[in-house]
Nanobody, 113 residues
Framework: QVQLVESGGGLVQPGGSLTLSCAAS????????VNWFRQPPEKSREFVAA???????TIRGFLKDRFTISRDNAKKVVYLQMNNLTPEDTAVYFC???????WGKGTLVTVSS
């Protein structure tokens, strides 16, 4: 059974950057696509980015200029690089393996001065 653990969240000032990590345990990670979602305060969870098993990325349209997704299958980690953060990026960020609908518990990103 795969388990996912997100890390790298925290408090950052507007305009700052963070890199989130999604670390997986289990044997199926390298064959799995991975998604990132986020849930802002009092709002619904929303799609952020995805990456296929061979590393093809998809970023939600309005985030393309600031967010990058990548993976290291040897380390079983997917990264979400976030630049030029704004208060609207404040959310709990989750990673997911969609094939088996497994989710991590999330990591909180707070963008505030």
């Amino acid at each position: 059974q795969v388990q996912l653990v997100e890390s790298g969240g925290g408090l950052v000032q507007p305009g700052g950057s963070l890199t989130l990590s999604c670390a997986a345990s289990g044997d199926m990670f390298s064959e799995s696509a991975v998604n990132w979602f986020r849930q802002p305060p009092e709002k619904s969870r929303e799609f952020v980015a995805a990456i296929t098993s061979d590393g093809t990325p998809t970023i939600r349209g309005f985030l393309k200029d600031r967010f990058t997704i990548s993976r290291d299958n040897a380390k079983k980690v997917v990264y979400l690089q976030m630049n030029n953060l704004t208060p609207e990026d404040t959310a709990v960020y989750f990673c997911q393996i969609p094939y088996v609908n497994i989710w991590g518990k999330g990591t909180l990103v707070t963008v505030s001065s």
